[in-house]
């Protein structure tokens, strides 16, 4: 039986007098891709920088594999949160070289993520030349560096071409087999729908529905009631 990785309890999170995050509750099984869905300022990006400790909550609790999250589980969390941190003056292994440094990971490693990421051909060429997809890559690869069981993008395929979210879908497909869980956000429902084994969806702070993803459901139906709901629309 799947246990799982992340379990969130009843988080709130507010700045100045705006409620963000109201009393979310959400179970993320280990070795899935999980898909948190939301229309935008739905309180996504900030649920995802409490778990990659990039925010505090207010109240609730965030229990990661079994325990009470502390910064000493960032070791075994991978994230691209908004855009990819990567110097666009340095080559891809430049990128990753900077990064291992800090973490004393090996150039082996750094091969190993350059192959998982597709850009082993990328040479001397500076990042700030890469397109959009590649550099999104190359933020995951940075992410993957330190061997992480959980991996969180935020929106990895905005912007994205449709080859460019194909070769990423793939990719995010890809990991669970490697024991890696994969918590990614995003609005646009036909991509998770072909992505995720499980979704939740917030809106306007609240999670409305968790379950898992079904290639039978109407997912805009359900995602629109879950958003009109949440706003009190009738």
């Not at 993008?153 to 879908?169: C, H, K």
């Not at 729908?193 to 379950?211: S, V």
């Amino acid at each position: 039986m799947s246990q799982n990785i992340i379990e969130i309890k009843n988080l709130q999170k507010s700045f100045k007098k705006q409620q963000v995050l109201k009393n979310i509750s959400l179970s993320i099984p280990e070795n899935c891709v999980y898909g948190l869905l939301g229309p935008n300022g739905a309180g996504k990006s900030t649920l995802l920088k409490m778990i990659t400790g990039l925010l505090r909550p207010d109240s609730g609790q965030i229990i990661f594999q079994g325990h009470p999250w502390s910064r000493k589980d960032l070791k075994d969390i991978g994230g691209l949160i908004e855009t990819p941190p990567v110097y666009e003056n340095l080559s891809a292994w430049e990128n990753l070289k900077v990064r291992a440094l800090i973490l004393g990971e090996t150039e082996a490693r750094m091969r190993e993520v350059l192959e998982i990421a597709d850009l082993t051909d990328t040479g001397k060429k500076p990042a700030g030349k890469f397109s959009l997809g590649m550099k999104q890559r190359l933020g995951i690869a940075i992410a993957l560096l330190g061997h992480p069981k959980l991996l969180v993008l935020d929106e990895p395929v905005n912007g994205l071409d449709p080859l460019g979210i194909q070769e990423l879908r793939h990719l995010i497909r890809s990991f669970p087999d490697q024991g890696i869980t994969v918590l990614v956000s995003s609005h646009i429902l036909s991509e998770i729908q072909q992505t995720a084994d499980y979704i939740g969806i917030i809106a306007n702070g609240k999670l409305g529905y968790e379950g898992i993803v079904d290639e039978s459901q109407d997912l805009e139906q359900l995602f629109m009631k879950i958003v009109a709901v949440e706003r009190g629309v009738r």
